[in-house]
Nanobody, 118 residues
Framework: VQLQASGGGLVQAGGSLRLSCAAS????????MGWFRRAPGKEREFVGR????????SYADSVKGRFTISRDNAENTVYLRMNSLKPEDTAVYHC????????????WGQGTLVTVSS
């Protein structure tokens, strides 16, 4: 699975951004798509995930209620809609994929930088 993330940029606190992750290489019916982020000087953090089949989602507490993950089956693309952004959301955001039977995310896209100014 090849993953291509895009959509990062500079936004003021309280603003919104939508990140995209385009997947190619295979069908995603048996995959979980995740979003992760790494802030400067911090470890990588789980943001949220979506089961491709069924579309169920889960989120980290830090983003719950502000971020929404969705998918477009026709475009083989996963989205991360980020609302009410805070300066602490500043990070490089990565999308990743894993088989539903796997524990580890085996496939990673390049990161896209999100900077939230105060």
């Amino acid at each position: 699975v090849q993953l291509q993330a895009s959509g990062g940029g500079l936004v003021q606190a309280g603003g919104s951004l939508r990140l995209s992750c385009a997947a190619s290489g295979r069908t995603l019916d048996n995959y979980v798509m995740g979003w992760f982020r790494r802030a400067p000087g911090k470890e990588r953090e789980f943001v949220g995930r979506i089961n491709w089949r069924g579309g169920s989602t889960s989120y980290a507490d830090s983003v719950k209620g502000r971020f929404t993950i969705s998918r477009d089956n026709a475009e083989n693309t996963v989205y991360l809609r980020m609302n009410s952004l805070k300066p602490e959301d500043t990070a490089v955001y990565h999308c990743a994929a894993k088989n539903i039977w796997s524990y580890e995310y085996a496939y990673w896209g390049q990161g896209t930088l999100v900077t939230v100014s105060s």
